[in-house]
């Protein structure tokens, strides 16, 4: 069984160390960017509920007999964009439309010119670094390496 890496994964002739490094860190940085996208939403999703949660409470506290306090909640709270102009939905639609489209779009544009379409390579040149060849389990190059693994097993021998 060959134990290396798949063709997709390594640097393309004529790319040099820095370039893969370049490329490496952009892509690290667009891990970044993912997260925050993913915390955007889970602000979104959590406004979502509090928005519904505050209707529930103002209702509660106007049948306890504030009536004051809930006409205030409804008037100033309740429905009240947390940005201006904006509700949480509007702010992930203006992300994703914009900054997140085009650090996209350029982290891709890099792998395509610069890497041939290849991605991961400085993290796979990383696991070429590290990993032992000895067989050891879990240290195989690629999931069709793991032996005995029907799902992953190619049939080959070693």
């Not at 809930?70 to 509007?90: H, I, V």
């Not at 702010?91 to 395509?112: C, N, P, S, T, W």
């Not at 041939?116 to 060849?133: I, N």
Request: no cysteine.
């Amino acid at each position: 069984m060959d134990d290396q890496p798949t063709p997709q994964h390594t640097r393309p002739d004529g790319v040099s160390d820095e370039t893969v490094e370049a490329v490496g860190k952009l892509s690290a940085a667009l891990d970044h960017i993912e997260d925050a996208r993913g915390h955007l939403y889970a602000f979104h999703r959590l406004m979502g509920s509090a928005e519904s949660t505050l209707e529930e409470a103002t209702e509660l506290v106007r049948d306890a007999g504030h009536t004051d306090l809930a006409d205030a909640l409804d008037r100033d709270a309740l429905g009240a964009n947390p940005l201006p102009g904006m509700w949480s939905f509007q702010m992930v639609d203006e992300f994703d439309d914009g900054f997140y489209a085009r650090a996209k779009g350029l982290h891709q544009r890099a792998i395509d010119e610069l890497m041939g379409g290849r991605r991961h390579v400085f993290e796979a040149e990383m696991k070429e670094l590290r990993r032992t060849r000895d067989g050891r389990e879990g240290h195989e190059a690629t999931p069709a390496a793991v032996e005995g693994d029907p799902e992953y097993d190619d049939g080959a021998e070693g």
